[in-house]
């Protein structure tokens, strides 16, 4: 059973750069599946940031797109977020989970099927 | 416009059943027959209940139930518990967008 843990600063500073890891455990970072980061700001709903494919591709939410890079370990079977120069709004419950995309014909599902627990970052001085 | 619109909130008694929507966005395409659905308990991470518009992951109550029509899917939990008290969020692949994935807003569910 595929297993998620998330790590990384729970407080970053104005203008600093956030980075967090999410370790695979049960399971290989390499198998054919998205790897995606959801965050969640307090009160709110779920936001989705973006994903990474082992195959390389990569896929961002255009509003954080010049702001956030993403990256895949497959020798410590891990993947990992970097967003620069965050703000307040940044602040949020960061998620990682295994994203399962079937696409048939132009119509696609799109299913977290595990997730990590989360880890909460304070964006502030 | 967001792609996928939820109500804020819902509310039923122990032993009802309620429905909750997830109007999707002309952007979001056919895609919406096959959004998946997830619950979370206040301070726990989404747990997936319903996927590809229909079915159930093993193991979970079959009190939980997806269906979809004219662009609109819908979640229905019947025989209401209080342990269903949550926030659930519908997601899906979004066809003519620039991003992928959009989340609905999240519909909060109060058992009375």
């Known amino acids: 059973q595929v297993q998620l843990q998330e790590s990384g600063p729970g407080l970053v500073e104005p203008s600093g750069t956030l980075s967090l890891t999410c370790a695979v455990f049960g399971g290989s970072v390499s198998s054919h599946n998205w790897w995606s980061w959801v965050r969640q700001s307090p009160g709110k709903g779920l936001e989705w940031l973006g994903e990474?494919?082992?195959?390389?591709?990569?896929n961002l939410h255009p509003s954080l797109k010049s702001r956030l890079t993403f990256s895949l370990d497959k020798s410590r079977n891990e993947f990992s977020l970097r967003l620069k120069s965050v703000i307040a709004a940044d602040t949020a419950v960061y998620y990682c989970?295994?994203?399962?995309?079937?696409?048939?014909?132009?119509?696609?599902?799109?299913?977290?099927?595990?997730w990590g627990q989360g880890t909460m970052v304070s964006v502030s001085s | 416009q967001s792609a996928l619109t939820q109500p804020a909130s819902v509310s039923g008694s122990p032993g009802q059943s309620i429905t909750i929507s997830c109007t999707a966005a002309s952007s979001v395409g056919e895609s919406y027959t096959l959004v998946s659905w997830y619950q979370q308990h206040t301070g726990k991470a989404p747990k997936l209940i319903i996927y590809e518009g229909t079915k159930r992951p093993s193991g979970l109550s079959d009190r939980f139930s997806g269906s979809t029509s004219a662009n609109t899917a819908s979640l229905t939990i019947s025989g209401l518990q209080a342990e269903d008290e949550a926030d659930y969020f519908c997601c899906s692949f979004v066809t003519r967008s620039a991003f992928n994935v959009a989340f609905g807003g999240g519909t909060r569910l109060t058992v009375l």
């Open positions: 989970a295994r994203d399962i995309r079937s696409c048939n014909g132009g119509v696609c599902s799109e299913t977290f099927d595990v």
């Open positions: 990474i494919h082992p195959s390389g591709n990569i």
